[in-house]
């Protein structure tokens, strides 16, 4: 399984972006799906994730009631919504999959048994 992130860019602060991830090979229905980012000297953390039985969303506390996560399991895509953006938020934002992925395990990027290549969110001030 692969998995391919799209839909960085640059933006102004309060804009708006919208990630996509779309999983590719095998198949992927058992799998969790989690976005981490990368800022500049700073190690990746957790932003969002899914289950991919219940498609219940888990947040990080930074970016709750701002960003959305979404599955399309049609085409196995999940999608990261980025509303009221603030240059805090730019990083490299990276797209995983984790086997069985519920709870904690989409927190964790040690649990990822799969990653996309990031992509990069620039926010402005």
């Known amino acids: 399984v692969q998995l391919q992130a799209s839909g960085g860019g640059l933006v102004q602060a309060g804009g708006s972006l919208r990630l996509s991830c779309a999983a590719s090979?095998?198949?992927?229905?058992?799998?969790?799906r989690s976005w981490f980012r990368q800022a500049p000297g700073k190690g990746r953390e957790f932003v969002a994730g899914v289950n991919w039985v219940s498609a219940t969303p888990l947040y990080a506390d930074s970016v709750k009631d701002r960003f959305t996560i979404s599955v399309d399991r049609t085409t196995n895509t999940v999608t990261l919504k980025m509303n009221n953006l603030e240059p805090k938020d730019t990083a490299v934002y990276f797209c995983?999959?984790?086997?069985?992925?519920?709870?904690?395990?989409?927190?964790?990027?040690?649990?990822?048994?799969?990653w996309g290549k990031g992509t990069q969110v620039t926010v402005s001030s």
């Open positions: 090979g095998h198949t992927i229905e058992d799998y969790g």
């Open positions: 995983a999959a984790v086997k069985y992925g519920t709870g904690w395990k989409l927190r964790d990027e040690d649990a990822m048994n799969i």
